[in-house]
């Protein structure tokens, strides 16, 4: 068959949900996918490889239980990169199984190799034999993600300097790490390569790490990376890379630092990977970053019969989204109207402890004029937290003093990127600072948090 309803090129999250949606409403859909298994970036270079790792890491460091049994703690003694790999690779063919399964109970159709435009309805996929299939499309969804950024000044050579796609299959563990990047990935790579007592530096140009969550939260984390040896080097551009004896990398900053590890890890940026795609054929243009340009509300490109989802089209780069912008993409192009997209999507950051944020940050709320109260709770306050030994963690909500209303929720600690879901819903839902204050939570439980902060809050607002 060469005529499709919906051809998706690209099967990470935007691709498979979009996919997944378009074929339940009866549309014939056929993936394209140039990887060796379906799943994209979130499956087998990103999101879940991350994920799995950082599992492995705390459950073989026995960092959890480092809280009552020191820091010397560990649950196995010279963890090696054989030890993170083999969780990793049945985690992978777990998920890559059920993504599979779900593509044929659904009748999807997919197929291996690099797609391009060749027309504003036609897209010719080259197989790995190198041999050219050309298929004919209603709507096309284009969900090819994002590839890293690799400036031409780093020396990539994978073996001690990586890029975060390579990250992920580490020959060896190194005892030191540079890590150059104080986004999501490269917080997330540092402090997980921290917790397995790798003498871990993070590099960045800015003064501050994630610089878009809430600066209280991240004075809170900053405060406890250092208090585990984890050197930030911020604030001062990286001028030269270069690989001494063993190819040891030696990282030179325009303030004249100058830090030399055993391995360094380049994880500042990706680009859309559109090389391929000849978007050019459909009169598509991208932006300087290889992003493509689309109507939030719909996912149309400047064609309207082409759609785009993901990360290809930027901010904010989360498998999360991309799944809603999958659906929202096929339900528009078959004319199914779809929900309007939520007020506010929380954003979860896997890093050592991990953060989580929802709705306006203070720094948002002062900018915007509104009357706030802020209420804050420690993990340690809670008999959870007692129980569980969590020296640190820390949750602060922000209500309008107006209207009552919950305006942000910001957690670093244990379970943040769970526990934020309460939050998330008060707020959606418009709830206000009543909901904390009148409902009772289990009891020994971290989300009992919420309780302490919203009294807190409630205290300051009524003293
Ligand atoms: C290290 C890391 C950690 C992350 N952690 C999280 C997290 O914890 N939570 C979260 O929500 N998000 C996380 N993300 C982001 C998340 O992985 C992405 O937002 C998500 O994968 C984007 O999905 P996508 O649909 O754009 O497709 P992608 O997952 O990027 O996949 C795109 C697919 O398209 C294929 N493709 C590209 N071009 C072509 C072509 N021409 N023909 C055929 N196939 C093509 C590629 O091979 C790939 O399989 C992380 C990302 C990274 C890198």
Not at 318 to 341: D, I, N, Y
Request: glycine share 10%.
């Amino acid at each position: 068959m060469r005529d499709y309803e919906f051809i998706v090129i690209g099967s990470g999250p935007s691709g498979r949900r979009a996919a997944i949606q378009a074929a339940k409403i009866g549309k014939s859909v056929l993936v394209v996918e140039k990887g060796r298994r379906v799943g994209g970036a979130s499956v087998h270079t990103g999101t879940i490889p991350s994920k799995t790792l950082r599992e492995t890491v705390l459950n073989l460091s026995g960092w959890r239980e480092r809280g009552f049994y020191g820091r010397a703690y560990r649950v196995k003694q010279d963890i090696g990169a054989d030890d993170l790999l083999a969780r990793l690779h049945k985690t992978l063919d777990h998920e890559v199984e059920v993504l599979e399964h779900q593509f044929n109970r659904n009748s999807v159709k997919t197929t291996r190799g690099e797609g391009r435009l060749v027309g504003p309805h036609q897209v010719e996929v080259t197989d790995e034999a190198g041999e050219a299939h050309l298929y004919n499309a209603k709507n096309i969804l284009i969900a090819c993600g994002t590839r890293p950024f690799r400036p031409d000044y780093v020396p990539f050579n994978g073996k001690t300097v990586f890029d975060s796609d390579e990250i992920i299959e580490l020959p060896i563990l190194p005892r030191s790490l540079t890590v150059i990047g104080g986004g999501v990935i490269g917080v997330e790579y540092a402090t997980i390569f921290n917790a397995l007592d790798v003498a871990v530096t993070l590099v960045d140009t800015r003064p501050t790490i994630l610089d878009f969550v809430d600066v209280e939260l991240i004075e809170e984390f900053v405060h406890d990376l250092r208090d585990r040896n984890l050197s930030l080097r911020l604030g001062s551009a990286v001028t030269a890379i270069e690989l001494g004896e063993n190819g040891r990398p030696t990282t030179k900053l325009a303030n004249g630092r100058v830090v030399t590890t055993e391995m360094l890890l380049f994880a500042a940026g990706r680009v859309g990977a559109v090389d391929n795609l000849n978007l050019g054929a459909a009169n598509i243009t991208v932006d300087n970053r290889g992003r493509i340009p689309v109507d939030p509300k719909t996912m149309q490109t400047s064609v309207p019969h082409i759609y785009a989802a993901g990360d290809v089209i930027g901010f904010p780069s989360l498998a999360s989204t991309s799944m809603e912008q999958g659906r929202v993409a096929a339900c528009h192009a078959f004319g199914m109207a779809p929900h309007p997209p939520p007020e506010f999507f929380p954003y979860g950051i896997y890093s050592v402890p991990e953060i989580s944020t929802v709705g306006m940050s203070e720094e948002e709320v002062r900018k915007r004029g509104i009357p706030y109260e802020c209420g804050v709770a420690r993990f340690r306050e809670t008999s959870r937290g007692h129980i569980m030994g969590l020296n640190s963690g820390m949750m602060k909500m922000i209500f309008s003093t107006k209207t009552r209303r919950l305006l942000g929720v910001h957690i670093v600690g244990e379970g943040a990127t769970e526990l934020i879901h309460i939050g998330q819903a008060v707020l959606n839902l418009k709830g206000t600072i009543d909901y904390f204050i009148e409902n009772t939570f289990n009891y020994p439980t971290l989300a009992e948090a919420y309780k302490i902060a919203g009294l807190d809050a409630w205290n300051r607002m009524h003293a």
